[in-house]
């Protein structure tokens, strides 16, 4: 099992910036892909971005982030990070952390406790 805390949310004004961290502790070679989510209260949970976490590095974004929000690594520090720049009122959501095995699903996966994000317009 993979242990997900993620730090960085808060309170940000529109067209500004924040920097979620996601630390991945335990059984962290069982993972092949993280990546973010997001949920707003009565909503489904919806993916943002995700990242591979060995090997070449491939990324994929949600298309109302593209172009705003990047996604990184940090294999040293089994670390994943979701810079989000020019913030919008409809980011307001709590992310979450997630990780899966390669061919496994983000079900069956590990997740975070979550983080709120709160943009004001």
């Known amino acids: 099992q993979v242990q997900l805390v993620e730090s960085g949310g808060g309170l940000v004004q529109a067209g500004g910036s924040l920097r979620l961290s996601c630390e991945a502790s335990?059984?962290?070679?069982?993972?092949?892909?993280m990546g973010w989510f997001r949920q707003v209260p009565g909503k489904e949970r919806e993916i943002v971005s995700s990242?591979?976490?060995?090997?070449?590095?491939?990324?994929h974004y949600a298309d109302p982030v593209k172009g705003r929000f990047s996604i990184s690594r940090d294999n040293a520090k089994d670390t994943v990070y979701l810079q989000m720049n020019n913030l919008k009122p409809e980011d307001t959501a709590v992310y979450f952390c997630?990780?899966?095995?390669?061919?496994?699903?983000?079900?069956?996966?590990?997740w975070g406790q979550g983080t709120q994000v709160t943009v004001s317009s």
């Open positions: 997630a990780a899966r095995g390669d061919s496994s699903t983000w079900s069956r996966g590990s």
């Open positions: 335990g059984r962290t070679f069982s993972y092949a892909v």
């Open positions: 990242i591979t976490m060995s090997g070449g590095v491939i990324t």
